[in-house]
């Protein structure tokens, strides 16, 4: 199970970006994707998951109303779309899953590579 986040970047404050969590070796929408976050000097934490059971999706509270998360099965990845970026997004960001078929928790036992976000004018 190997899972690749990208689309991180310099964005201002206010400005968007698409983040994507690539899968190798195994079919993604079989999993509940999860993306978190560690911004400097703080622990890491749960932005948004999407559950393969049934679709449902989760939000902190923070990112509610301004991060979409989606798949596209065709192209065995999950987006993070964040909208209305706020300097306090500023992280190392990370897809993950806890590798087990159709499971209900938002896990992180396997994640690869994160990809940097840094917002900032």
């Known amino acids: 199970v190997q899972l690749q986040a990208s689309g991180g970047g310099l964005v201002q404050p206010g400005g968007s970006l698409r983040l994507s969590c690539a899968a190798s070796?195994?079919?993604?929408?079989?999993?509940?994707i999860g993306w978190f976050r560690q911004g400097p000097g703080n622990e890491r934490e749960g932005v948004s998951c999407i559950y393969s059971n049934d679709g449902s999706t989760y939000y902190a509270d923070s990112v509610k109303g301004r991060f979409t998360i989606s798949r596209d099965n065709a192209k065995n990845t999950v987006y993070l779309q964040m909208n209305s970026l706020k300097p306090e997004d500023t992280a190392v960001y990370y897809c993950?899953?806890?590798?087990?078929?159709?499971?209900?928790?938002?896990?992180?036992?396997?994640w690869g590579k994160g990809t940097q976000v840094t917002v900032s004018s």
């Open positions: 070796g195994f079919t993604l929408d079989y999993y509940t």
């Open positions: 993950a899953t806890d590798g087990v078929v159709g499971s209900s928790v938002c896990g992180m036992d396997y």
